[in-house]
């Protein structure tokens, strides 16, 4: 009889301390998950102060042209194709 009662006193406390291995597992992890998401947005955070820093902005110029033709232009660069008839006088010769 006190063999059985043994045995199960050992069943019992091997059961147990499973159980609060799995607990304590769990919590950690649940520790990791949260620890982990405050990170993600502390990054995104991050990277929303970071890229504010540059500033976007458009500008739209219409620019009126003598001849038709297709045109390029760059802006603050020195590039320049003059008139269609110097085009095509620098091509004849």
């Known amino acids: 009889m006190d063999c059985e009662k043994c045995k199960l006193a050992e069943k019992r406390f091997r ?3 499973a159980l609060a291995m799995a607990e304590r597992t ?8 949260l620890v982990l998401i405050v ?3 502390g990054m995104c955070v991050g990277f929303f102060v ?3 820093q540059f500033e976007e902005y458009s500008e739209t110029t219409e620019i009126e042209a003598e001849q038709e033709g ?3 232009f ?8 003059g008139t269609e008839s110097e085009s095509q006088a620098d091509s004849q010769d």
């Open 15 to 17: 059961d147990e301390s």
């Open 26 to 33: 769990i919590r950690r992890l649940w520790i990791t998950i």
């Open 39 to 41: 990170l993600m947005a």
């Open 50 to 52: 970071y890229e504010a």
């Open 70 to 72: 297709s045109y390029n």
């Open 74 to 81: 760059v802006a603050g660069g020195d590039l320049s194709y």
